[in-house]
């Protein structure tokens, strides 16, 4: 099992539309996690932290669920500009040693 | 505020030729300092992580090698590169206490 996984996609969506990542994560003692964005050819970019009590910001709402040991991303009113790759990221340990990066998810919206 | 640079963008080196990355970072002192390699649909791959100039600690076994001969300076290099180098080289930062990464542009090399 991968140690942390998500679905590669793509994810095809019209513009406006309300789209949701998930992500797994095996190790049950990881400690924090994010969503990184990565537009193609580019550096990923910090998009989120995620926090066990759900945060959001803007159209994006992220949620972490320790217990099934999942993360969420979910993108309201999707817009052109929100085209890329979506890295799930998960850490296992203090400081960025132990920092696991998910392979991406790739989102496409249309007009 | 704090920035890091990268360079080159892209480089197309022949097999067997030796290589030298460098990552720069601005604005911040004593920070973390990370190499990732990503390959094409998959995952970033931590290559070398540094917690301080001289400190270098290595995640997986290969042909390549980094350095910080300065606080806030990385360098990624190779004495002959193979094939299965390519890929496109990341360097990242963090605060000493933190987990949050933030990534240079990258360098994209491709060796022939």
């Known amino acids: 099992r991968k140690e942390v996984e998500q679905d590669p996609g793509p994810f095809n969506v019209p513009e406006g539309a309300t789209v949701a990542f998930n992500c797994t994560y095996s190790?049950?003692?990881?400690?924090?996690f994010f969503w990184y964005r990565q537009d193609c050819r580019k550096e990923p970019k910090l998009l989120m932290s995620?926090?066990?009590s759900g945060n959001e910001d803007g159209r994006f709402t992220a949620q972490l669920n320790r217990a099934s040991q999942y993360i969420s991303l979910l993108i309201r009113d999707s817009k052109l500009s929100d085209s890329a790759t979506y890295l799930c990221?998960?850490?296992?340990?203090?400081?960025?040693?132990?920092?696991?990066f998910g392979a991406g998810t790739r989102l496409f919206v249309k007009a | 505020s704090q920035t890091i640079h990268q360079w080159p963008a892209t480089l197309v080196q022949p097999v067997g030729s030796p290589l030298s990355l460098e990552c720069t970072v601005e604005?911040?002192?004593?920070?973390?300092l990370y190499w990732y390699r990503q390959a094409a649909g998959r995952g970033l791959q931590l290559l070398f992580y540094?917690?301080?100039?001289?400190?270098i600690s290595s995640e997986v076994p290969q042909n390549l090698s980094a350095s910080r001969p300065q606080d806030r300076q990385f360098i990624l290099s190779s004495k002959k590169l193979l094939l299965s180098d390519s890929g496109f080289y990341l360097c990242?930062?963090?605060?000493?206490?933190?987990?949050?990464?933030?990534f240079g542009p990258g360098t994209r090399l491709l060796v022939l």
């Open positions: 995620v926090y066990s």
């Open positions: 540094s917690v301080g100039i001289g400190q």
């Open positions: 990242a930062w963090s605060f000493l206490t933190q987990e949050t990464q933030y």
């Open positions: 604005g911040t002192s004593n920070p973390n």
């Open positions: 190790n049950s003692a990881s400690q924090s």
């Open positions: 990221v998960v850490n296992e340990g203090t400081g960025g040693f132990k920092t696991i």
